[in-house]
Nanobody, 122 residues
Framework: QARLLESGGGSVQAGGSLRLSCVAS??????MAWFRQAPGQEREGVAA????????YYADSVKDRFTISQDNAKTTMYLQMNNLKPEDTAMYYC???WGGGTWSLKSSYPSWGQGTQVTVSS
């Protein structure tokens, strides 16, 4: 399984920005994704990127505010988060998989990072 390491979380005020990074130990995966989990909530998909095509997918709640991308080596994935809202407060996790299917199906991702905390204050 790929080893994933997230970074870039922190505390910001509403309207601010943060950039998350996820470094993967290998590139033999079909897509990577960001998930988040707030206290007492289910872990939900935020965005995904397909390694070869560069295709991207977003949850409706973050469209037009968040941008997922990857570096040319396809070993690092980013999540640029703009116009952050208090409801974006959560632990953010990087995930990777080698199969297909619905991008936001968390059970289809065998590899997960430890998470990075994002806190947005009003």
């Amino acid at each position: 399984q790929a080893r994933l390491l997230e970074s870039g979380g922190g505390s910001v005020q509403a309207g601010g920005s943060l950039r998350l990074s996820c470094v993967a130990s290998e590139v033999a995966y079909s897509n990577m994704a960001w998930f988040r989990q707030a206290p007492g909530q289910e872990r939900e998909g935020v965005a995904a990127i397909y390694t070869m095509s560069g295709g991207t997918y977003y949850a409706d709640s973050v469209k037009d505010r968040f941008t997922i991308s990857q570096d040319n080596a396809k070993t690092t994935m980013y999540l640029q988060m703009n116009n952050l809202k208090p409801e974006d407060t959560a632990m953010y996790y990087c995930a990777a998989r080698w199969g297909g299917g619905t991008w936001s199906l968390k059970s289809s991702y065998p590899s997960w990072g430890q998470g990075t905390q994002v806190t947005v204050s009003s």
